[in-house]
């Protein structure tokens, strides 16, 4: 084509000539269309329009974002920052006004005549051999002009999602030439509907049809579970029949589809009977003929009127058993996260701390060689069913803050893409409240003096390893435990202002801020003490205020309120778990080790049988992949390196996850002996924040940490306690020693070593 | 046309083309060399540019103010010995504060927009060039000096 692309293209202009413009989803329906099947109307904008909203500086900042570090060297929660921030990037863009008046004069006409689906097009996205259905966003239920042009600009941004991102290699994204297109169709609210397979994904003389009641996003989004049915592929004859539990559908609702309750007359009816179950299978049938290949179709029943959704080669999963598919299965939607957060709070963790109650209750020292063999086969047992637990569950429903994360960044388009953390923080975690009591015992000793109460002191340091520690009384551990709480809290009271800071992430607002910290930026670098650098928590009202903003621009209706504030009370119970769950792990974790070290101390081999089992969720890019470079030779050829050369890093980048400057002598922690040793004031150095590290966080100036990601344990706490911190640091353990004079900028993700 | 104005056409040509200079600073630990994103006021006047503050950079001409920025128009080709022009301003430098800090900061995120969040990071310095003399070397030897002030 040499004329310039027109912005928007009507379906009937829509053929092979303008592929590459308008994506492989619009492509297969103007050519279902054209086949002769029901398919609704629609127009595609084109990525002409993507390219004149993104060309300039919105595309210098996507490259800026996504090129800041290696993405192979991320780790997924780190994928998924980069997407929510180019999302914002997004938002915060408004659409110039050339273009908004081009795109509302093609899409005016659509967006009066009723509700839409707003749908990605990505060129490239569905093409033969390689289906990356799911990657992109659509949204469906929008009405108007203006949440069209809004959900337009989501789906652009969506070319950017963390599920896009995790496939940039097979994509072939660049933010220099990866374009997207968007279909804007009517919506059809079918009463029925659900996929057709051409043919089964494993079986090939068989094919599979399934269905729901109401919209086929319950089935696509996995909420709803579908009436399947088996058949032969070429008599159609059905096979198999699974029927569903069939509770609820998806119908739409306000600005887009509501998980609703299936009206009870309709539960003992399979969505699909006799002659419509052949019209869907012929339907897939016919869809195949006209692409030559095996179709996956969407489709929907409008009463008898059968309409085509969508259309795009089946694809045998398998081969990317890579821990991608992993990552992709932990997004939840709002409904399915109620019934987790169900499970996890009111069945999981009380079991977990009752059996670690129970665990810690049975003498063992005192058990023969046969009953201790026993008992570590129980504790094995247990911990490897709480791993279990833990990876099925409790890592999914930290999806909860995501969602609510992504609800906030829409309603409010914040210039912070993390502000909606201050709303989730100063909830009362397990370590805050630990390091409050932490804070009551150094308060202890300081009144105490040296050589007075000693007696008192151990008793309430028992009181606390009780209540709060990791490790079974009677241990070796608990000795191990109790000899660095110790430590930690002697240092605590000899610090002057440190026993007042530990407590002022709990009290929050009231924690006095001191003159020099409000002079203005930079300052935090002439503080000289942890305690005066540290920025007490979000003050209350802000909070308050937040919140209040957050739940008046989620809609005028009740039903759109209620549900914004329950999304936030989800992410709010998802924020406390992503501390307290390793804690309750790591409880239970303790019992297993007390039972090991018995077996040791006993001399008797276990072979590492019985060793807890790591929770490890596979890095999603973690393998290199084959057409990855490798790091280059060294350029000047072997011998030219001069001899006596060290190099030694300067300045290390990594995301900012915790905003202010912190000051101070690094100590890189790799061994319980390096926490006991830990001074106040120093800058905390690891790989990633354990549950068992927490407790010297109040002591130190700042956090640096090698795992990334703003919603990871470290920022949660750095966070909490208004540190600064820098977390997805490559080599921080290695390439920072301790005692090296550190600089960590919180504000904008930079460690200056030296 | 004269020279002057010459110059200053080529001038602007220049820093209104490229985006990244070469900043050189000195102190008692010896000299030093940094690329540095900058962006030029109307009149060239002042050249602004942005480093956090634990840098080297910084701590050196926060101890000696006086530095120069080399621009340039290479593209590391032969052709570059003939067609590329070079400048170096010279002048002292300061971080700016209150409202020249804000006014600047809104013609340097202008200039760059991908270093938004950067250059309004409370970690980040703004600094002015304010250039008294520049040195305009063209065709490999030919240089013109304009002395700002």
């Not at chain 1, 003490?529 to 007490?536: G, M």
């Not at chain 1, 966080?697 to 795992?707: M, T």
Request: negative net charge.
């Amino acid at each position: 084509m040499n004329a310039p692309v027109p912005l928007v293209l009507p379906a009937a202009e829509v053929d092979a000539r303008v592929a590459p413009y308008v994506g492989g989803k619009a492509l297969a329906l103007a050519k279902l269309s054209r086949a002769g099947l029901a398919v609704p109307p629609f127009s595609v904008v084109t990525t002409a329009a993507y390219e004149a909203f993104v060309d300039g500086p919105l595309q210098a900042r996507i490259l800026f974002e996504l090129e800041r570090k290696d993405v192979a060297d991320m780790r997924w929660e780190e994928i998924w920052d980069a997407a929510l921030r180019i999302r914002n990037l997004f938002l915060a863009t408004p659409l110039p006004a050339t273009l908004r008046d081009a795109l509302a004069a093609a899409l005016g006409p659509r967006a009066d005549e009723g509700p839409v689906v707003v749908r990605s097009s990505a060129p490239g996205e569905d093409s033969a051999g390689a289906s990356f259905a799911g990657l992109h966003e659509s949204y469906v239920n929008v009405r108007g002009l203006d949440a069209i042009l809004e959900h337009v600009r989501l789906v652009w941004a969506s070319l950017w999602s963390d599920a896009a991102l995790l496939y940039r290699r097979e994509l072939g994204l660049d933010p220099l030439r990866s374009r997207m297109a968007v279909v804007v169709q009517e919506i059809i609210a079918g009463e029925r509907s659900g996929v057709a397979f051409s043919r089964h994904p494993e079986r090939d003389d068989q094919a599979l049809v399934e269905a729901v009641h109401g919209l086929n996003q319950g089935l696509v989004d996995g909420t709803v579970e579908p009436d399947r049915w088996v058949l032969e592929r070429d008599s159609g004859v059905v096979l198999e029949h699974h029927a569903a539990a069939r509770e609820e559908m998806v119908a739409p609702a306000g600005a887009g589809v509501r998980l609703v309750p299936l009206p009870r007359r309709r539960r003992s009816r399979p969505p699909l009977t006799g002659d419509d179950l052949h019209r869907v299978h012929g339907l897939a049938r016919e869809a195949e003929g006209s692409f030559a290949g095996p179709q996956d179709v969407e489709w929907t029943l409008r009463g008898e009127e059968l309409f085509t959704l969508q259309s795009r080669p089946i694809t045998t999963g398998g081969a990317e058993d890579d821990g991608r598919a992993a990552y992709l299965g932990l997004r939840r939607s709002y409904d399915s996260l109620v019934v987790l957060r169900r499970r996890i709070e009111e069945e999981a963790l009380p079991a977990m701390a009752a059996e670690a109650a129970a665990f810690a209750a049975v003498p063992l020292a005192e058990l023969d060689d046969g009953g201790l063999l026993a008992e570590l086969e129980r504790r094995k047992q247990a911990h490897d069913g709480w791993v279990d637990v833990y990876t099925r569950d409790f890592i999914p429903f930290a999806h909860a803050v995501r969602l609510f994360g992504q609800a906030y960044n829409d309603a409010l388009r914040p210039d912070d893409p993390y502000e909606f953390v201050a709303l989730l923080s100063g909830t009362p975690m397990l370590s805050t409240r630990r390091n409050a009591a932490l804070a009551g015992l150094a308060h202890l000793r300081r009144e105490a003096g040296d050589d007075a109460g000693d007696e008192a002191f151990a008793l309430e340091l028992e009181a606390f390893l009780d209540e709060f520690g990791l490790e079974p009384p009677g241990s070796p551990g608990r000795e191990r435990e109790r000899a660095t709480m110790a430590a930690v809290v002697e240092r605590l009271a000899s610090a002057p202002a440190a026993g007042s800071a530990a407590s002022a992430a709990v009290t929050g607002p009231t924690a006095d801020r001191p003159a020099t910290s409000a002079a203005g930026p930079g300052d935090g670098v002439e503080d000289a003490t942890a305690a005066s650098r540290r920025r007490p928590a979000m003050p209350a009202p802000d909070r308050d205020d937040l919140e209040r903003r957050y739940l008046q621009a989620a809609g005028g209706g009740d039903d759109e309120r209620e549900r914004a504030a329950g999304l936030l009370d989800l992410a709010r119970a998802g924020w406390r778990l992503r501390d307290d769950d390793n804690a309750y792990l790591d409880r239970i974790e303790a019992q297993l080790t007390a039972a090991l070290e018995e077996m040791g101390r006993r001399g008797l081999e276990t072979g590492g049988r019985f060793a807890p089992r790591a929770v490890a969720l596979p890095s999603p890019l973690g393998r290199p992949h084959p057409a990855a470079p490798q790091p280059a030779a060294d350029a000047a050829g072997p011998g030219a390196s001069p001899s006596g050369a060290v190099a030694k890093a300067r300045q290390l980048v990594g995301q900012p996850a915790g905003p202010g400057v912190g000051v101070g002598i690094a100590r890189v922690i790799s061994s319980p002996d390096d926490l006991r040793a830990f001074e106040e004031g120093e800058i905390l150095v690891c790989d990633a924040i354990e549950p068992g590290m927490t407790f010297v966080v109040p002591l130190s100036a700042g956090i640096v940490e090698r795992r990334g990601g703003m919603l990871i344990h470290g920022a949660i706490i750095a966070r909490e306690y208004g540190l600064p911190c820098v977390t997805g640091v490559p080599g921080a353990t290695e390439l920072i020693h301790t005692g090296d004079p550190l600089t960590v900028d919180g504000y904008l993700g930079i460690v200056v070593v030296g | 046309m004269d020279e002057r104005d010459v110059t200053l056409d080529l001038l602007r040509e220049l820093l209104s083309r490229q985006r990244l200079g070469v900043l050189a600073t000195h102190g008692e630990s010896g000299p030093y060399a940094s690329l540095v994103a900058f962006a030029a006021t109307d009149d060239l006047g002042r050249l602004t540019f942005a480093t956090t503050r634990a840098t080297r950079k910084f701590q050196l001409l926060t101890a000696e103010p006086r530095v120069a920025m080399l621009i340039d128009s290479r593209s590391d080709a032969d052709l570059d010995f003939h067609r590329a022009t070079a400048v170096t301003a010279v002048g002292p430098v300061a971080e700016l504060e209150g409202e020249a800090r804000d006014e600047a900061c809104v013609r340097f995120v202008a200039r760059h927009p991908h270093l938004t969040d950067f250059a309004t990071a409370p970690t980040t310095a703004l600094l002015a060039l304010d250039v008294e003399t520049y040195y305009l070397v063209r065709r490999f030897q030919t240089v013109t000096e304009l002395h700002m002030r």
